[in-house]
């Protein structure tokens, strides 16, 4: 037992105890009356079977609250009948009534909870289906943009081409999701190559970049690194997409990647740069947080979850973020991925 368990048990039998040195204080004075030539040796045996009662008292004590905690204990994580009877033989039946009322409650909880989990897990499983079962038909709107691109008009190919776009970000978002909701997230892990990454994700959006006019400057190298492939790709998929969101049209636009190692905090890096409108620096610190979308002139193309999910995936995957922005010049985000050594 810990010196902080015998200082609670003290403070908690301090009335006994002190009713105790009571008693031993006026038979002390009556031994003095009654016995002063034997005082001094009833004294010390008087003191000697006080202190003898005072541990031996809180032993008793200390063996009563470990029944108590461990009948409290499996009450709370299980709170059954049987359990509650225990409790209640053990805490003595003047709080039946008290443990009662908390066992009917607890179960009526539980009882919510599971259906709430089973309710969970049908929407999880629905959305999964729905996202699965949407993927085919702009899988062939895909197709059909790849084999009629020539019987279609510049501009009724980027707006179809762009539309399609969007709805597999904002299809892949819900799938992302659904998926962080869960109460497991089951990754897999496998060394990739972080230019690969980088380069399937801008390949998907390779018509976009076109039509936006945002060309791509790459510096990188091929970094290897333990992380998920889908989850990855996701990952800088909503930055790209955020970069050609927010470009300045005014100016010839860019996305500039590099990548490195940051000998300080021994971790591998890949940075995304851009040159478009940028953040204000009073909404920088808020960027993550579900549902923001700061306060820019393209307010309304945002729905405020891409970067929510970018850093929910980026913390389950233990990468670290930083980002700087100077509005109006441009934004700057850096994913530092733990050092893996080579073998």
Known sequence: MKPTDWLNILK???????????????????????YPETFKLLVGIMIIFSVTSIVFGMILVWKRHE???RAFYDFFR??????????????GKLHKEKVNYLGNKLRRLNDQLDEVKLQTIDYEEFIESWVHEIKAPISLVTLILENRKEEMSE?????????RINISDNVEQILFYARLQASHVDY??????????????L??????????????????????????TKALQF????????????SNEEIDKFIWLKTGFDSIKKRHYLRISDNGIGVLNSDLPFIFDKGFTGDNPNKKQSTGIGLYLVKKLCDELQIEIEVESQYGEGFEIQFLFPKIDKQ
């Not at 897999?188 to 994700?201: G, M, P």
Request: overall charge negative; charged content about 25%; aromatic content about 10%.
């Open 12 to 34: 908690e039998s301090r009335p006994w105890i002190i009713l105790l040195c009571i008693s031993d204080a006026f038979f002390i004075f009556l031994a003095w009356v009654a």
């Open 67 to 69: 029944k108590q905690d």
């Open 78 to 91: 299980e709170p059954s009948q049987e359990h509650e009877s225990e409790l209640i033989k053990i805490i």
């Open 155 to 163: 501009l009724v190919y980027q707006r179809i081409e762009h539309a």
């Open 188 to 201: 897999r892990l496998e060394r990739i190559s972080l230019s690969n990454c980088c380069e399937e994700a």
């Open 203 to 228: 390949f998907e959006l390779q018509e976009l970049l076109d039509e936006k006019g945002v060309k791509v400057i790459s510096q990188m190298e091929d970094v290897p690194i333990v992380s998920d």
């Open 235 to 246: 990952i800088f998929t909503q930055i790209f997409v955020n970069t050609i969101k927010y």
